[in-house]
């Protein structure tokens, strides 16, 4: 893949952004959550979080065990509608949209438990990724005269899915089937697919379980330096070495609400996230 | 916000705002139109009792037959194709018992197991006044033969498969579907046979004309309810019963609780089966005839009460069978015979997509 | 002309490589080899059973195995669109049905002659055809609009419910006829609705209309030729134009694959099959599932249609709204899960099993039987005939009881595939969702 692909060329593509105030955000944040709220029967999963993410920063979720993170990563990119609250991405207001509709918009998810595409093979779950495929429009697919196009663009692709699969150490396994890989590949194949998007934003659910040590400083200096050139993320991290070292600011979760957020130092020696965390299930 | 920017919104709030809107003009358009025939005459009211009685008789015996596929539909999590079938098992079986028992002796033993195909029943005179222990015979056979082979056939076909999804049981089930109706028809071959004879009936004055009420149609009213009933007790005040609803409500938890859940299924089938034989019988009864698609013809119908209803819900199926009873016969104020059927398919389809998960919001299982 | 031989390569080239450019040459050709093999089977199997059934000539033989491939055909292309809805895409429709009478009465009211007995605009018959074609797509567009964000197991009752809501409407008294801005239209409700003579018709005889009897007597060249050749293998017209029709069939046929196997191994059909494993990635990765769902899906109607105008044309032509069951969505079910859903050379495989074997085999045998057997007991029930083997025996092989047989084994069938073998024959055989071949990483050749 290519780092340094501009989040502008990213942002050209998308036919949907005639809102005049779009791309105009480089001060405020690019994403902002606002009083968001979701339960699920008896469950308040998410209830009432605030909060903002600065555009290029490497922003820590973190919370215990059932605090409600991955729900508010579903509300966010739209696998569930919250029942109140808003959700605005760079100057956008995304409330409710649908899955499809948030990522063309520029901000992509992974999952924490991966969603690997069990049947295809690990570099046809990477080609899929990629936005706007000509080939992907019914005609080009199927009238003569696209033919070359769509075949030059598949090479290009082709070349950016080894690329990233070679960074992530998956291009041995390009051909199996991804039902076939282990846990942790799983997730590399997840964060593969989700680089191959090129997003303005990333939202990553725990992204380095079960990822050998070596591979994970690899990753995490990936990001910082995907985050140098202007892309921004979300980070669920259970380590909390990971997370004081890499990400700034950090967002505490607990119960669905936002405890605590500021600089690593200041959330370590906060004393309601510490109670928190001995309070709930001990993670980390 | 700004609907111009995506297409699909625009689409999906139509279709929560729009279409619910449009049918009810459109439902409230039917209804005015309704007055305005009582009124100026095209329609009388006798005929409009009719059509709603007979549309009643109709609701009930879908509904008894609904509530096994919605059951099973719940507490297996698939839609079972097959289940118009059982529902012509039991015509098949419960009819020959009652032959056999009001005409053991007088008539061949060919006409008797209604495998004749010039069968008429005309020698026998069965209806429900003359041959009340027959019919009784009947109705009980149909509902005891057909939970025998909803659990036979549940442990060669749809045990197997617990673990499979929903659509894989269900194209399994279309199997189960046509394997069963094409053997009853080697077995009975496929001519339509006449059941009854002299069916008693009453009239009754309604406006300026008369409403006839067939001894039968009442009896399947009867019946049916009293199964209905009996069905809300068992579930509601029996250990059983509390445990199939907690199955259809949440699986998994119930797996959790301990709840034996092969026992539990096989309960389901049984009572499931023994209510869709009943309403074969009944059916049967009703229309005073059949033939081996007696059930598959009314398949939809089924599907379509269930639906409506609520996928998990008894009392939802009910609702729903009666709304598709009437929708049948009540469209007969405006379009032909032939096309009725249809109506209550262009119902199902509507519903589906204004209200998904059924009119009485139904237990999501899957 | 040399504009036609570059076609013609180009023809041979696509049909040597049909996964295409640079696609996966080895499978292609074993797949060939494969179905190959079977049809030569298949042609062996029958050819034995017409030459032990009432053995009529060289021509009767021929003539039985048209009819056969005929079915074969039909059910190849059936097979393959619905395996781009169900195979690819996972969208269960059971409409199939429906979709297909959409296509053809479309067609006939298009193309019949206004003054026949079911009057039609008497437009062209490939303004018929396309106007089927086009017909079946908006049909199957309209449908999937609103019905695509439904569970699978309630889109599947609900195309049924429109499947049967079609029929019954075909086959009503208000459609059998019926003036739409004073012209006479109609569909013949329940009774048959003749078609217009089909293209080869048109291609033999100067007056196709006619009945075969008196149009053989003003052949066109063509026609004479057609006659002549008919005559060594001793053929009658009708069985002549009928083979001839089902070789042109092979046309289209090899148009659905190759269109099948393109839109397959394109990026629109790798996102296809990333819907069919897990619909929220591919949405959470941008794809607009609901886009691609509605157009596999109305796309999958539009052929389904074609197919069922293409098969009804053959021969005298006759549409009847019972051809039109849900029975006929389950065959096509059948042959697809038996080739293996999500393969375009199972869906292949599927059809010419399924036609062959299922459908016509048990046909062929019963004449293998009635020739050889002299089975003289009648027994009209199933009392009389649990009398003696004989009694059973004739029982079962009559007409009635052999139909229901094949039913009884389909669904035997659909069972044990859907508890054993739900990949069907060659499930696992996919061909790969790219237009370029995937696991290797050599430059591409020129
Ligand atoms: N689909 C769901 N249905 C019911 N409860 C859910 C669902 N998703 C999450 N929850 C509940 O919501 C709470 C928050 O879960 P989650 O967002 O996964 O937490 P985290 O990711 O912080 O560990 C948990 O109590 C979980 O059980
Ligand atoms: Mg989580």
């Known amino acids: 893949m290519t780092a340094t692909q501009s989040t502008e060329a990213t942002r050209e593509r998308e036919g949907e952004s005639d809102d005049p105030s779009e791309g105009t955000t480089t001060a405020g944040p690019i994403l902002a959550v606002e009083q968001l709220r979701k339960g699920f029967g008896g469950i308040q999963a998410v209830d009432g979080a605030t909060f903002e993410v600065a555009p290029g920063s490497i922003t820590g979720l973190i919370g215990p065990n059932g605090a409600g993170k991955s729900t508010t990563f579903d509300l966010i990119t739209g696998v569930y509608s919250p029942d109140s609250g808003r959700v605005r991405f760079d100057g956008t207001d995304i409330t409710g949209w649908r899955p499809d509709r948030v990522a063309r918009r520029g901000l992509v998810r992974s999952f924490q438990i991966a969603r690997e595409l069990a049947g295809m093979t690990v570099m046809e779950n990477v080609m899929l990724a990629p936005p706007d495929q000509l080939g992907e429009r019914f005609w080009p697919a199927v009238l003569p005269g696209f033919r070359g196009r769509v075949a030059e663009q598949e090479r290009e692709l082709r070349e950016r899915a080894w690329e990233t699969l070679e960074f992530l150490e998956l291009d041995d396994l390009a051909g199996e089937r991804a039902g076939a890989l282990s846990g942790g590949q799983r997730k590399l194949l997840e964060l593969a697919r989700v680089l191959m998007t090129e997003p303005e934003m990333i939202l990553l659910d725990e992204p380095m379980a079960g990822v050998n040590p070596t591979l994970e400083r690899k990753l995490l200096d990936r990001l910082q330096e995907l985050s140098d050139h202007g892309y921004t993320f979300l980070l669920v991290e259970h380590d909390m070495d990971v997370v004081m070292e890499h990400c700034d600011p950090v967002i505490v979760l607990h119960q669905g609400e936002v405890l605590a957020q500021g600089p690593p130092a200041a959330i370590k020696s906060n004393e309601r996230v510490l109670e928190a965390y001995l309070g709930g299930e001990v993670e980390a | ?366 | 002309m040399s504009r036609l031989s570059v076609w013609l390569r180009r023809g041979l080239r696509a049909l040597r490589h049909p996964l295409g450019g640079d696609g996966d040459a080895d499978g292609a050709r074993s797949d060939l080899v494969l179905v190959g093999g079977l049809v030569v089977g298949v042609y062996a199997l029958f050819t034995v059973m017409a030459l032990l059934g009432p053995f009529d000539g060289v021509g009767n033989v021929l003539s039985q195995l048209e009819t056969v491939t005929l079915l074969v055909l039909v059910y190849v292309m059936l097979a393959l669109a619905l395996n781009l809805q169900w195979g690819y895409a996972g969208l269960l429709n059971l409409g199939v049905a429906g979709f297909m009478a959409i296509g053809a009465y479309t067609m006939a009211m298009l193309s019949a002659a206004p003054d026949a007995t079911v009057p039609g605009l008497g437009l062209p018959l490939v303004v018929g055809i396309v106007g089927g074609f086009l017909a079946a797509t908006l049909f199957g567009a309209l449908t999937a609009l609103p019905a695509i964000r439904l569970r699978a197991d309630y889109l599947a009752i609900v195309t049924l419910a429109f499947s049967e809501i079609i029929r019954l409407v075909v086959r009503s008294e208000a459609a059998s006829e019926f003036t739409i801005a004073g012209q006479r239209l109609g569909t013949g409700g329940a009774n048959t609705f003749p078609l217009p003579p089909n293209p080869v018709k048109v291609l033999l005889y100067e007056n196709p209309s006619e009945p075969l009897v008196a149009a053989v007597d003003s052949p066109t060249v063509a026609g004479d030729l057609m006659l002549e050749i008919a005559d060594v293998f001793n053929l009658s017209a009708s069985q002549a134009e009928n083979i001839l029709y089902t070789l042109l069939l092979l046309i289209p046929v090899g148009a659905f694959y190759l269109l099948l196997t393109r839109i397959g191994n394109s990026p629109f059909g790798r996102v296809l099959r990333a819907i069919r494993e897990d619909e929220l990635v591919a949405g959470s990765l941008g794809k607009n599932t609901r886009r691609f769902k509605i157009t596999t899906f109305a796309v999958g109607c539009g052929l389904m249609g074609l197919a069922a105008i293409l098969w009804q044309l053959q021969g005298q032509g006759r549409l009847s709204p019972g051809t039109f069951e849900p029975e006929l969505t389950f065959f096509v079910f059948v042959a697809l899960i038996l080739g293996g859903s999500g393969s375009n050379t199972g869906s292949v495989v599927g059809g010419i099993v399924f036609a062959a074997v299922l459908l016509e085999g048990p046909r062929a045998l019963k004449r293998v039987v009635d020739e050889n057997f002299d089975v003289s007991a009648d027994p009209d029930t199933i009392i009389e005939a649990s009398q003696g083997v004989e009694p059973l025996f004739a029982y079962l092989l009559s007409d009635s009881s052999i139909e229901a047989l094949r039913f009884i084994m389909l669904g035997v069938v659909l069972v044990y595939l859907m508890q054993r073998q739900p990949q069907g024959l060659l499930g696992h055989r996919r061909g790969q969702a790219a237009t370029v071949s995937l696991p290797t990483r050599e430059e591409e050749e020129p």
């Open chain 2, 1 to 366: 916000m700004a609907v111009r920017d995506n297409p699909g919104r625009v689409l999906s709030s139509l279709r929560v705002n729009l279409l619910p809107a449009l049918l009810a003009v459109l439902g409230l358009v039917l209804l005015l139109d309704l007055g305005r025939r009582l009124v100026i005459g095209g329609l009388t009211l006798s005929a409009l009792v009719r059509f709603l009685w007979t549309g009643l008789v109709r609701g009930m015996a879908i509904g008894l037959a609904g509530i096994g596929l919605s059951l099973t539909y719940s507490i297996l999590g698939f839609a079972n194709f097959a289940h118009g079938d059982y529902i012509t098992v039991g015509a098949f079986a419960g009819w020959v018992t009652t032959f056999v028992v009001a005409g053991v002796g007088s008539v061949g033993l060919d006409l008797l197991v209604l495998v004749s195909s010039d069968a008429s029943a005309g020698e026998l005179g069965i209806n429900v006044l003359s041959t009340p222990v027959a019919i009784a015979a009947g109705l009980v056979v149909a509902a005891g033969i057909t939970a025998l082979v909803t659990v036979a056939l549940d442990r060669v076909v749809f045990r197997p498969m617990r673990d499979a999804n929903g659509i894989a049981l269900l194209i399994a089930s279309v199997g189960v579907a046509l394997a069963l109706r094409y053997t009853l028809l080697i077995l009975f071959s496929g001519s339509v046979r006449t059941l009854t004879t002299d069916v008693p009936t009453t009239a009754v004055g309604v406006g300026s004309g008369e409403v006839v009420f067939r001894a039968h149609d009442v009896t399947v009213v009867v019946l049916a309810g009293l199964l209905m009933l009996g069905t809300h007790l068992l579930l509601q005040y029996t250990k059983l019963g509390t445990a199939m609803r907690a199955m259809a409500d949440n699986k998994e938890l119930a797996l959790v609780t301990g709840i034996p859940t092969e026992r539990v299924v096989r309960t389901t089938w049984i009572l499931g089966g023994a209510l869709t034989g009943a309403a074969g019988f009944l059916i049967a009864l009703q229309l005073g005839g059949m033939s081996t698609t007696l059930g598959w013809d009314r398949l939809l119908l089924v599907f379509a009460a269930v639906i409506l209803g609520g996928v998990g819900s008894i009392y939802g199926a009910i609702v729903g069978g009666l709304i598709i009873g009437i929708t049948i016969r009540l469209s007969l104020v405006w379009l032909p015979n032939e096309l009725s059927i249809a109506s209550a398919f262009v119902v199902l389809v509507f519903m589906l997509l204004v209200r998904p998960n059924g009119l009485l919001g139904g237990v999501e299982t899957v």
